[in-house]
């Protein structure tokens, strides 16, 4: 299985983007160095879905970097992208790493100790684990977990964990002082005015407090 080599995850949601199409916000982030991004558009019907992906798919090859598809296993498949990203009561991990290999990244969203702990007996590549803040989006998941949450999961676990829910270039420091391996961003990325410029300053960031 390749070796998870990313600290930041964009994923996708194009009502926040104010009104600019997905595919120039995905352009814009890509630019800034934006080095995984998880497309997630559920209400999307196939043929819709299929043509989005295509087209990030052409960008994210051209600058580079991973995509993500969210639950769709044959859309992976169909425009080749670097794995996808399992809701934990979706389908089962052992059952889509026969389907994609081990060439393709599985990644999962969990909202428990217990989910953290199935997705990594049952073989994923990484978690993605909150809310740790509160934050609209994640608000039907349940109230924030915290960052004691985090750290305590973090420690009983050997795959890497990403934190998600209400972060932000502020809360940067707080998260990766629990060890978070990174982190996951919907509206703090897509609705920025300046995608480039705010991906570049999340990712320097990044790496210092990474650094130290």
């Known amino acids: ?29 890509c630019q800034g160095g934006i080095q995984a991004i998880q497309l ?18 052409s960008i994210t090859r051209e600058y580079g970097t991973k995509l993500l598809i969210n639950d769709r296993l044959d859309l992976c498949l169909a425009i080749d992208a670097d794995g996808v990203h399992l809701p934990a009561t979706g389908f089962p991990i052992h059952a889509a790493r026969e389907i994609l290999g081990v060439g393709r990244w599985i990644g999962v969203s969990c909202h428990s ?10 073989g994923a590549d990484f978690a993605v684990f909150g809310p740790v803040y509160d934050t609209p989006s994640k608000r ?5 977990l915290g960052l004691e949450t ?18 932000d270039a502020d809360r ?12 996951a961003m919907i509206s ?19 790496k210092h407090l990474r650094d130290d």
């Open 40 to 57: 997630r558009e559920k209400d999307l019907p196939p043929r819709a879905l299929l043509q989005l992906a295509s087209e990030i798919r």
């Open 172 to 183: 940067l420091e707080a998260v990766f002082s629990v060890e978070a391996d990174g982190v």
């Open 1 to 29: 299985m390749p070796q998870v080599d990313f600290q930041l995850i964009l994923i996708t949601d194009r009502s926040l983007t104010h009104g600019r199409p997905l595919t120039e916000v995905i352009r814009q982030a």
């Open 188 to 206: 703090g990325i897509v609705s920025a005015e300046d995608i480039s410029g705010k991906c570049g300053k999340l990712l320097k960031k990044i």
């Open 113 to 122: 100790p217990e989910e953290v702990q199935r997705a990594e007996k049952e």
């Open 150 to 167: 985090f750290r305590e999961v973090k420690q009983e676990t050997s795959i890497p964990l990403f934190a998600i829910g209400g972060i």
């Open 140 to 144: 039907p998941y349940g109230a924030p």
